[in-house]
């Protein structure tokens, strides 16, 4: 069988990132620019700026990707790209660039939905991982517990009904002095505390998650009770995320008895929370990840779905245009 290579495209934030990977699964190069150090002073991304520097970074991101891959234009076969969700803007610039590459080269073209890239991102670091399976999806935008019945087909089985997961860490971060990017200074500091304070959890008959009251519940602590532990709060808020994730993960998990788990997008790099997956395989459950580098967004994991996109047959015209409010389906 021929290999497949697919030049991947991510913009859909402040990560310029372009990707070469062969038949899904093996990675030749994964180039990322990354923005954080230009929109920390802000306190988080500003869009307009975040676009500009896709326009500035993007033919050089891709020039490098194709020089350590070791190949040519002429050697992709697929060209797939983020078109949503995220940053209208930012995800413009990628998918224009995408669209050239595609017209210049009579390549396909394969939009990709950032959701499932971050989905596919456990397919390079556990090649052997098959479809059926569990995956809960948390990143600054997104809280998805998803049914991953094929390659191509999804059940979204719970979602955030306010404030996904990573948006929760960022908000905390922020009120309590640590900055942006929050996920991984709360994830830090919460190593020196201990998770002593109680905060109220969710639950819904459903699988949805709920993660405003927490976050609400911290901020008031820390406004009425100024001189209080930032540790221990950051430890207790950790833990009771995650106490929601696993009641819902395994709830799922039963109803639909499938012992495979995965978790994917920027939070499942969180410390706290992959040990305590980690632990459900002493329960029996199979658990997996990605690699840290591969939790936030990258090109890599938008050309390994795209090649699954590819493969089933779907493809896109230069009609293709940026979603920001794109749905996993």
């Given at each position: 069988m021929k290999d497949i290579i697919v030049l991947g495209i991510e913009s859909s934030c402040d990560e310029t990132s372009v990707?070469?990977?062969?038949?899904?699964?093996?990675?030749?190069?994964?180039?990322?620019?990354?923005?954080?150090a230009i929109h920390t002073q802000f306190g988080g991304v500003v869009p307009e700026i975040a676009s500009r520097k896709h326009i500035e970074n993007i033919s050089d991101v891709t020039n490098e990707a194709l020089k350590q891959a070791n190949i040519s234009l002429d050697d992709v076969d697929a060209i797939a790209c983020t078109y949503g969700p995220g940053l209208v803007g930012a995800?413009?610039?990628?998918?224009?660039?995408?669209?050239?590459?595609s017209y210049a080269t009579n390549k396909p073209l394969i939009g990709v939905n950032h959701i499932k890239g971050h989905i596919a991102a456990n397919y390079i670091t556990t090649p052997e991982l098959e479809p059926p399976f569990l995956c809960l999806i948390i990143s600054g935008g997104h809280t998805h517990l998803v049914h991953i019945k094929s390659y191509v087909e999804f059940e979204i089985l719970g979602k955030t009904r306010d404030d996904a997961i990573g948006e929760a860490f960022d908000k905390v971060a922020r009120v309590i002095g640590l900055g942006y990017p929050g996920g991984p200074k709360v994830d830090a500091l919460?190593?020196?505390?201990?998770?002593?304070i109680q905060l109220p959890k969710t639950h819904f008959e459903n699988l949805d998650f709920s993660f405003s009251g927490i976050k609400?519940?911290?901020?008031?602590?820390?406004?009425?009770?100024?001189?209080?532990?930032?540790?221990?709060?950051?430890?207790?808020?950790e833990k009771t995320?995650?106490?929601?994730?696993?009641?819902?993960?395994?709830?799922?998990?039963?109803?639909?008895?499938?012992?495979k788990i995965a978790l994917a997008g920027g939070v499942s790099a969180n410390s706290y929370i992959r040990n305590s997956f980690t632990e459900l395989a002493k329960k029996g459950f199979e658990i997996y990840y990605p690699d840290i580098k591969l939790c936030t967004d990258n090109a890599a994991m938008i050309a390994?779905?795209?090649?699954?996109?590819?493969?089933?047959?779907?493809?896109?015209?230069?009609?293709?245009?940026?979603?920001?409010?794109?749905?996993?389906?």
């Open positions: 990707a070469v990977v062969k038949n899904g699964k093996q990675v030749l190069s994964n180039v990322i620019n990354t923005q954080i995800l413009l610039v990628g998918v224009s660039y995408a669209k050239a590459l919460a190593k020196e505390g201990t998770p002593s609400t519940a911290v901020i008031n602590l820390h406004h009425k009770t100024p001189d209080i532990n930032k540790a221990d709060l950051c430890a207790s808020f995320v995650t106490e929601e994730l696993l009641a819902n993960t395994l709830e799922a998990a039963k109803k639909l008895n499938i012992n390994s779905a795209g090649y699954y996109d590819y493969m089933s047959g779907k493809k896109s015209d230069l009609k293709l245009n940026a979603v920001p409010n794109l749905k996993l389906e």
